[in-house]
């Protein structure tokens, strides 16, 4: 586990405006830094950093925070992911908490697997551009298969040589120990015997989300038939088959940029497509598709079109795949490619633009495409019918949306031909529920009741009110100012005049003394949780740091603070002032506006008492009780009176 006093290290020293520099191309925008959202497509930027905060806003898409929660955003890294990546872009040691022995024991043997095969897939790269038999072999396979130069160094792409042990040896040599070349499949080992796992064969490294190499797949070159084509890294602790998605490394940020991710059987379905501009692509290794496998890509997008290799055995071992893809609540299309094809051979037979307007125009919804597939195979026969319809039916009911599931039963009852009430109670049947009733059930629920008045979408009063106070509390709570309350007090006379107090306070004194004397509690729990946290390290701290708060809070937390302190910020997106259009910064009357914001949450709690007084009569009661809520109601509604009134004054 990283200490605390690392991840401390890390905050200080790293630059949000140079991290993210490294993936946005920013420009200067007054005191901030602004440039094209990493997140959406756009040609007007909305992307804002602030170098003095150190925190970012996507205004685009509503993301925001701190250098951390960027690259777990951007980079779909974890927490300590991301804490590493910082460290080792700034040269910071990373110190671990006290581990027990078996903990230790645990985190070297797999920091040990890791770097044995960082070091093969460096070992494999060498042999092939540097040996003349990689050359020869390894390198001439490579580009007969339309591989550029670049693309083979993307992909770290190597060649094991043709020799028993050669890859042992060099990694003995190196330091490195046989357990762990066995642990990680390199090398296997029988009795006093050793061999390389890969002998003669093309390697394909296998990353990890975040870059790490965690296992290979190594194509054979030769004829020999007693040799799989194929040979993947056994299972290992860093390398599980069913949970890695060959090419995520590389395709993350394309799948997340294009919200949608393309899925291929092989390796070089994946290097070819990607070689072609089709970047949001990754395969299965040649594994079946896997849960796990589909909650990675889940991770980054919700949608998913399967490839079809253009043959019978491809498409229907792609179909199984689809049912699991489904009940991940995802999204599915299918492009099957014309017969005797695979993405590989049609990527490299075409233009970019070819491809690219071929998976445009070839890109189906799963119901269509398997529906008009299986009716092309049953024809005239009614049972072979009967039986489609119902495996239709099955995958329908893997979708856990209920609006889905009815979209496409209709859509299914229009292109079989047959009546929604039968797919209703067959879908009834298979979740095990009364067919009779089921049906109707089922139908009814999905019917859409239109009210008779549609309500207006309100704006949320206490919300906003709540939110300007955590505003004003972070951007402005140790200044100090003068506060002039105005005071309604009884004069000599008898009479009730306004008199104005003069008060000298720091803003943040001053709101939390006002809300204490109110007996004002905040509804929203993240604000609530805020404010305590506020007014405590306000309250404890001579430098108060807000980009060190955000640190400490919670994901939902740390967005609504990203939020506040960025909302200046929006404004010099549209560069306002150029416009002529003036835009006025709070801090010019900093006293006032807390004062008018304190006033109106108390004119709004008031008026909200008075609503609940006026409905609790509505509802009935004594004569005794209802007497003692009207002098309730008039007390309250006096209050809010004066309120309003000094809320203009203030104004």
């Given at each position: 586990m990283i200490s605390k006093t690392t991840i401390d290290n890390v905050f200080e020293t790293a630059r949000v405006e140079e991290?993210?520099?490294?993936?946005?191309?920013?420009?200067?925008?007054?005191s901030n830094m602004k440039g094209l959202s990493p997140f959406t497509d756009e040609r007007s930027p909305s992307f804002m950093v602030s170098p003095v905060k150190q925190i970012w806003k996507d205004f685009s898409s509503g993301k925001g925070g701190n250098v951390v929660a960027f690259l777990m955003e951007h980079e779909h890294f974890t927490y300590p992911e991301a804490i590493k990546y910082l460290a080792k872009k700034y040269n910071i040691e990373i110190e671990e908490t006290q581990q027990s022995d078996e903990q230790k024991e645990q985190a070297n043997e797999r920091e040990?697997?890791?770097?044995?095969?960082?070091?093969?897939?460096?070992?494999?790269?060498?042999?092939?551009?540097?040996t003349d038999e990689g050359q020869a072999i390894g390198l001439s396979y490579f580009k007969e298969r339309g591989f550029s130069p670049e693309t083979i160094k993307k992909f770290d792409?190597?060649?094991?040589?043709?020799d028993w042990e050669v890859f042992t040896k060099a990694a003995l040599d190196a330091g490195y120990k046989l357990e762990y070349l066995e642990k990680t499949g390199l090398t296997i080992v029988k009795e006093n015997k050793r061999f390389d796992r890969f002998k003669g064969r093309v390697m394909f490294p296998i990353h990890s989300m975040s870059g790490r190499v965690l296992g290979f797949g190594g194509r054979i070159l030769s004829n020999t038939k007693k040799a799989a084509k194929y040979l993947n890294s056994?299972?290992?602790?860093?390398?599980?088959?069913?949970?890695?998605?060959?090419?995520?490394?590389?395709?993350?940020?394309?799948i997340a940029k294009e919200d949608n991710c393309y899925l291929v059987e092989g390796y070089t379905d994946v290097i070819q497509f990607h070689q072609s501009g089709i970047e949001n692509t990754v395969s299965s290794s040649g594994?079946?598709?896997?849960?796990?496998?589909?909650?990675?890509?889940?991770?980054?997008?919700?949608?998913?079109?399967?490839?079809f290799d253009g043959d019978a055995a491809g498409t229907r071992a792609s179909l199984r795949g689809i049912d699991l893809i489904l009940e991940q609540g995802m999204n599915v299309k299918v492009c099957p490619f014309p017969e005797g094809e695979d993405p590989d051979s049609y990527a490299r037979a075409n233009s970019d633009e070819d491809l690219q307007e071929f998976l445009k125009e070839n890109s189906y919804d799963f119901i269509t495409y398997k529906a008009s597939l299986l009716m092309d195979e049953a024809k005239n026969d009614p049972v072979k019918k009967a039986g489609l319809i119902r495996d239709?039916?099955?995958s329908i009911s893997k979708i856990p949306d209920n609006i889905q599931r009815e979209v496409y039963l209709q859509e299914c009852s229009r292109i079989m031909d047959i009546n929604e009430d039968v797919l209703y109670a067959t879908l009834a049947q298979i979740e095990n529920k009364d067919p009779k009733t089921g049906s109707q059930y089922q139908k009814k629920k999905m019917e859409v009741v239109r009210e008779k008045e549609t309500p207006k979408t309100k704006i949320d009063q206490l919300y906003e009110l709540e939110r300007k106070i955590i505003s004003l509390l972070i951007l402005y709570g140790r200044e100090e100012a003068e506060f002039h309350d105005v005071l309604l007090k009884q004069n000599e006379h008898g009479e009730m005049v306004y008199e104005s107090e003069v008060q000298q306070a720091k803003v943040f004194e001053k709101i939390f003394l006002d809300l204490q004397e109110d007996e004002i509690e905040f509804t929203n729990e993240d604000f609530k949780e805020l404010f305590q946290l506020l007014i405590e390290k306000l309250n404890s701290e001579d430098e108060f740091g807000v980009e060190m708060i955000i640190n400490d809070l919670e994901k939902s937390q740390a967005i609504k603070l990203t939020d506040i302190l960025m909302e200046e910020e929006q404004y010099e997106l549209h560069d306002w002032e150029r416009h002529d259009i003036p835009v006025k910064k709070k801090e010019q009357g900093i006293s006032q506006y807390v004062t008018q914001t304190i006033l109106s949450l108390r004119r709004y709690l008031v008026e909200?008492?008075?609503n609940e007084l006026v409905q609790e009569m509505k509802d009935g009661g004594s004569e005794e009780n209802r007497t003692e809520m009207i002098q309730e109601i008039m007390s309250y509604t006096s209050l809010s009176t004066i309120l309003s009134d000094r809320l203009g004054r203030v104004m």
């Amino acid at each position: 586990m990283i200490s605390k006093t690392t991840i401390d290290n890390v905050f200080e020293t790293a630059r949000v405006e140079e991290v993210i520099g490294d993936f946005v191309q920013l420009k200067k925008s007054g005191s901030n830094m602004k440039g094209l959202s990493p997140f959406t497509d756009e040609r007007s930027p909305s992307f804002m950093v602030s170098p003095v905060k150190q925190i970012w806003k996507d205004f685009s898409s509503g993301k925001g925070g701190n250098v951390v929660a960027f690259l777990m955003e951007h980079e779909h890294f974890t927490y300590p992911e991301a804490i590493k990546y910082l460290a080792k872009k700034y040269n910071i040691e990373i110190e671990e908490t006290q581990q027990s022995d078996e903990q230790k024991e645990q985190a070297n043997e797999r920091e040990s697997m890791y770097l044995v095969s960082e070091y093969a897939n460096k070992f494999f790269q060498k042999r092939m551009h540097e040996t003349d038999e990689g050359q020869a072999i390894g390198l001439s396979y490579f580009k007969e298969r339309g591989f550029s130069p670049e693309t083979i160094k993307k992909f770290d792409l190597g060649y094991s040589p043709d020799d028993w042990e050669v890859f042992t040896k060099a990694a003995l040599d190196a330091g490195y120990k046989l357990e762990y070349l066995e642990k990680t499949g390199l090398t296997i080992v029988k009795e006093n015997k050793r061999f390389d796992r890969f002998k003669g064969r093309v390697m394909f490294p296998i990353h990890s989300m975040s870059g790490r190499v965690l296992g290979f797949g190594g194509r054979i070159l030769s004829n020999t038939k007693k040799a799989a084509k194929y040979l993947n890294s056994p299972e290992s602790d860093i390398y599980h088959k069913s949970k890695v998605l060959y090419g995520i490394y590389y395709a993350k940020q394309a799948i997340a940029k294009e919200d949608n991710c393309y899925l291929v059987e092989g390796y070089t379905d994946v290097i070819q497509f990607h070689q072609s501009g089709i970047e949001n692509t990754v395969s299965s290794s040649g594994t079946a598709l896997t849960p796990e496998q589909i909650r990675l890509i889940n991770r980054l997008t919700k949608n998913i079109t399967v490839l079809f290799d253009g043959d019978a055995a491809g498409t229907r071992a792609s179909l199984r795949g689809i049912d699991l893809i489904l009940e991940q609540g995802m999204n599915v299309k299918v492009c099957p490619f014309p017969e005797g094809e695979d993405p590989d051979s049609y990527a490299r037979a075409n233009s970019d633009e070819d491809l690219q307007e071929f998976l445009k125009e070839n890109s189906y919804d799963f119901i269509t495409y398997k529906a008009s597939l299986l009716m092309d195979e049953a024809k005239n026969d009614p049972v072979k019918k009967a039986g489609l319809i119902r495996d239709m039916v099955i995958s329908i009911s893997k979708i856990p949306d209920n609006i889905q599931r009815e979209v496409y039963l209709q859509e299914c009852s229009r292109i079989m031909d047959i009546n929604e009430d039968v797919l209703y109670a067959t879908l009834a049947q298979i979740e095990n529920k009364d067919p009779k009733t089921g049906s109707q059930y089922q139908k009814k629920k999905m019917e859409v009741v239109r009210e008779k008045e549609t309500p207006k979408t309100k704006i949320d009063q206490l919300y906003e009110l709540e939110r300007k106070i955590i505003s004003l509390l972070i951007l402005y709570g140790r200044e100090e100012a003068e506060f002039h309350d105005v005071l309604l007090k009884q004069n000599e006379h008898g009479e009730m005049v306004y008199e104005s107090e003069v008060q000298q306070a720091k803003v943040f004194e001053k709101i939390f003394l006002d809300l204490q004397e109110d007996e004002i509690e905040f509804t929203n729990e993240d604000f609530k949780e805020l404010f305590q946290l506020l007014i405590e390290k306000l309250n404890s701290e001579d430098e108060f740091g807000v980009e060190m708060i955000i640190n400490d809070l919670e994901k939902s937390q740390a967005i609504k603070l990203t939020d506040i302190l960025m909302e200046e910020e929006q404004y010099e997106l549209h560069d306002w002032e150029r416009h002529d259009i003036p835009v006025k910064k709070k801090e010019q009357g900093i006293s006032q506006y807390v004062t008018q914001t304190i006033l109106s949450l108390r004119r709004y709690l008031v008026e909200r008492k008075i609503n609940e007084l006026v409905q609790e009569m509505k509802d009935g009661g004594s004569e005794e009780n209802r007497t003692e809520m009207i002098q309730e109601i008039m007390s309250y509604t006096s209050l809010s009176t004066i309120l309003s009134d000094r809320l203009g004054r203030v104004m």
